[in-house]
């Protein structure tokens, strides 16, 4: 998997996407690493004064021959419950399961504290979204204006509204042409945005996958207007179209244009692919950014959980990457078959190709399916959320999110169903309430 490793005396080796496909490889491209000073000003007010913790600042120290440690106030393993951890898992191609055992360096480190950015050189974060909330305080002052796609993922508004933060959107996701308009026109004496806020791969709510060449003009533009992309890629894994997986933004940037790297900061997640509880992802970028975000995690939650980290890295120890990447491929496919059940005549839609949303347009709904679907539609034994709660600064919308992930197959037909049902009530009763007018 891709780290910010990768780069390496101003050449990229070889360099592949997580999976290995659809990426073109380079050796010996020659390409511009930005310097520690590019970042100061992308950094908020806050991530400036925020000092390295006095005391995780010197737990390397501690690892220095002879040296006799007074530093941390870690609890004395020794007396921790815990001696062994065991637990059992598919083979990665799903046939049957196995036994994993967490070796006792991995248990030891586990159970302890451990450094902020993990206990793998992985810039671990406690999943996600929390790493991109550590990187929007990292990176936002109170009052900036930022770039999102619209609709957005819900769970960044709230985010960005307790920063009381101008959300610059456009419909229908990342566009280009939008994007280009809304910065060539930007005022000069308005602060421009630092940050895009993108999730490129089949985005929550609406399922869509941003296509290369856009990916590309994006990319472009935004190095025109020194812009960085906050990536926030957790459904990456989940892809299930028939075409080459495209290549992400972070691989993008070193195979394009001027070949200047570090103005993306990508975020991966294994919550989508090993378990949402464990809440473990990892970041992937320029160093000086990574520093940012630990610092601002060992200030908020001191780190990702070391327990969580020692199961994951076990299992995928015996996995191997390959193995890894078979078993994404396997979840990927039951997520493709629950993506093809439809509301024919009731609706439209975009077949995703990613994740794990039908985003749909209610027909007939007169611009708003927050009424039908938080009363009638739940009425009729269904949940659906209404469109509304994904645009950042409000108004109304005929969408729907249905996440079709939890469901066999015949519970996606009962709920299509009984939805199906109620919107044609619903239409029903407008029909006649307007025929008897």
């Given amino acids: 998997m891709a780290t910010s490793s990768l780069i390496s005396s101003g050449s990229i080796e070889s360099s592949s996407s997580a999976d290995g496909s659809g990426v073109i490889s380079e050796t010996r491209a020659e390409i511009l690493v930005l310097p520690t000073s590019f970042y100061y000003p992308f950094l908020s007010e806050i991530s400036k004064a925020r000092k390295p913790s006095p005391i995780r600042g010197l737990y390397p120290l501690e690892k220095t021959p002879g040296v006799i440690s007074l530093l941390a106030g870690k609890p004395n393993a020794?007396?921790?419950?815990?001696?062994?951890?065991?637990?059992?898992?598919?083979?990665?191609?799903?046939?049957?399961?196995?036994?994993?055992?967490?070796?006792?360096?991995?248990?030891?480190?586990?159970l302890q504290y451990a450094p902020t950015a993990g206990i793998q050189p992985w810039n671990m974060v406690e999943g996600g979204g929390r790493g991109g909330g550590s990187a929007v305080q990292a990176l936002v002052n109170p009052g900036d204006p930022?770039?999102?796609?619209?609709?957005?993922?819900?769970?960044?508004?709230?985010?960005?509204?307790?920063?009381?933060?101008?959300?610059?959107?456009?419909?229908?996701?990342?566009?280009?042409?939008?994007?280009?308009?809304?910065l060539n026109n930007w005022p000069s004496s308005k602060l421009k945005p630092k940050v895009l806020y993108t999730v490129p791969y089949g985005c929550n709510p609406t399922g869509a996958t941003t296509a290369l060449n856009r990916r590309k003009e994006v990319l472009d533009l935004l190095r025109e207007h020194n812009i960085l992309i906050l990536e926030d890629?957790?459904?990456?894994?989940?892809?299930?179209?028939?075409?080459?997986?495209?290549?992400?933004?972070?691989?993008?940037?070193?195979?394009?244009?001027?070949?200047?790297?570090?103005?993306?900061?990508?975020?991966?997640?294994?919550?989508?692919?090993?378990?949402?509880?464990?809440?473990?992802?990892?970041?992937?970028?320029?160093?000086?950014?990574?520093?940012?975000?630990?610092?601002?995690?060992?200030?908020?939650?001191l780190q990702p959980s070391s327990f969580s980290q020692a199961v994951i890295f076990t299992l995928l120890r015996s996995w191997g990457r390959q193995g890894f990447l078979v078993h994404t491929h396997r979840v990927?496919?039951?997520?493709?078959?629950?993506?093809?059940?439809?509301?024919?005549?009731?609706?439209?839609?975009?077949?995703?190709?990613?994740?794990?949303?039908?985003?749909?347009?209610?027909?007939?709904?007169?611009?708003?399916?927050?009424?039908?679907?938080?009363?009638?539609?739940?009425?009729?034994?269904?949940?659906?959320?209404?469109?509304?709660?994904?645009?950042?600064?409000?108004?109304?919308?005929?969408?729907?999110?249905?996440?079709?992930?939890?469901l066999e197959e015949d519970e996606v037909n009962e709920a299509l169903y009984r939805l199906r049902v109620v919107l044609l009530k619903q239409r029903a009763i407008s029909e006649g309430s307007a025929s008897s007018r």
């Fill in 78 to 110: 020794a007396l921790f419950p815990f001696t062994s951890v065991q637990f059992t898992a598919p083979h990665a191609d799903g046939s049957g399961e196995a036994l994993f055992s967490v070796d006792d360096d991995l248990l030891s480190m586990g």
């Fill in 146 to 182: 930022v770039l999102v796609e619209k609709p957005v993922y819900a769970g960044v508004i709230p985010m960005f509204e307790t920063l009381r933060c101008e959300m610059i959107d456009r419909r229908h996701g990342i566009n280009s042409h939008a994007l280009r308009q809304i």
């Fill in 233 to 301: 890629d957790p459904y990456y894994f989940l892809y299930f179209g028939t075409g080459p997986r495209i290549p992400s933004y972070f691989m993008l940037e070193a195979q394009t244009g001027d070949r200047s790297v570090g103005r993306v900061l990508r975020f991966d997640s294994f919550s989508k692919m090993l378990s949402a509880g464990t809440r473990i992802g990892f970041v992937t970028g320029p160093d000086p950014l990574l520093d940012a975000i630990d610092r601002h995690t060992a200030t908020a939650n």
């Fill in 332 to 406: 990927a496919e039951f997520y493709r078959a629950n993506a093809t059940r439809h509301l024919h005549g009731i609706a439209e839609w975009n077949t995703p190709e990613a994740g794990m949303f039908f985003w749909n347009l209610l027909l007939g709904e007169e611009g708003d399916s927050t009424s039908i679907i938080q009363t009638k539609a739940f009425e009729g034994g269904v949940l659906a959320l209404p469109g509304a709660v994904f645009f950042p600064n409000g108004g109304r919308t005929a969408y729907v999110r249905a996440s079709f992930s939890l």
